[in-house]
């Protein structure tokens, strides 16, 4: 219940095209889903976060969709350019007392120039 | 002007001793974190402290002791170190202990431990 799982591991999309990655999650207590940027030797940094009460945030090329029935949300990246290129994690959190960070596995993305 | 900020970056260090790492916020922020990063990039929370008190304490050895000594500060020393310990360590903050805050990450230290 406490898992979020992340695909897919690995992505390599070309200069231009979109990127998707998705997670999926068990617990419905659930109620706040961000996704963390990290690029090598660095430490994670917020990139955009939705709420359970929205379906769709979009910020710039960066959209989150969310499906609250499938328990399923996913990170769009639009015209993906190499400096996209890091890892993306998601991560769900919920108003137990402790609201800590549950993180998926990570996705390598490489974009080609 | 680094808002979290961990010393060392890097440590090298042998099987058996003890160490510690220091984590410095200087966003004014109540909520602090340890974070282990392993190999395969898995990033899992350690502990939590809000306003000095320990929120979140998950199923660390307890070798791994953090220390709070103010809202700014959270340390953490580990004893008797072990292989399986090397990983990079993140410290981050948050402005307040809640669901909806965004968590502001350091850079990481490296732990090798041979």
């Known amino acids: 219940q406490q898992q979020v799982k992340q695909s897919p591991q690995s992505l390599i999309v070309q200069k231009g095209g979109i990127s998707i990655i998705n997670c999926a999650y068990e617990n419905t207590a659930f109620d706040y889903f961000p996704w963390y940027q990290q690029f090598p030797g660095k430490g994670p940094a917020l990139l955009i976060a939705i709420r359970p009460d929205v379906s769709e945030k979009k910020e710039g090329r960066f959209t989150i969709s969310f499906n609250k029935s499938a328990k399923q949300f996913s990170l769009h990246i639009m015209d993906s350019q190499p400096g996209d290129s890091a890892t993306y994690f998601c991560?769900?959190?919920?108003?137990?007392?402790?609201?800590?960070?549950?993180f998926g596995t990570g996705t390598r993305l490489k974009v080609l120039a | 002007d680094t808002a979290v900020s961990q010393t060392p970056k890097y440590l090298v260090t042998q099987m058996g001793n003890d160490k510690s790492i220091k984590c410095e916020q200087n966003?004014?922020?109540?909520?602090m974190y340890w974070y282990k990063q392993d190999s395969k990039k898995f990033l899992k929370i350690m502990f939590s402290y809000n306003n000095k008190e320990l929120i979140i304490n998950e199923t660390v050895p307890n070798r791994f002791s953090p220390k709070s000594p103010d809202k700014a500060h959270l340390n953490l020393h580990i004893n008797s170190l072990e292989l399986g310990d090397s990983a990079v360590y993140f410290c981050?903050?948050?402005?307040?202990?809640?669901?909806?805050?965004?968590?502001?990450f350091g850079p990481g230290t490296r732990l090798t431990v041979l």
């Open positions: 991560a769900a959190s919920y108003t137990s007392g402790t609201y800590k960070y549950i």
């Open positions: 981050a903050s948050s402005p307040l202990f809640g669901s909806y805050n965004e968590q502001f």
């Open positions: 966003l004014g922020h109540d909520t």
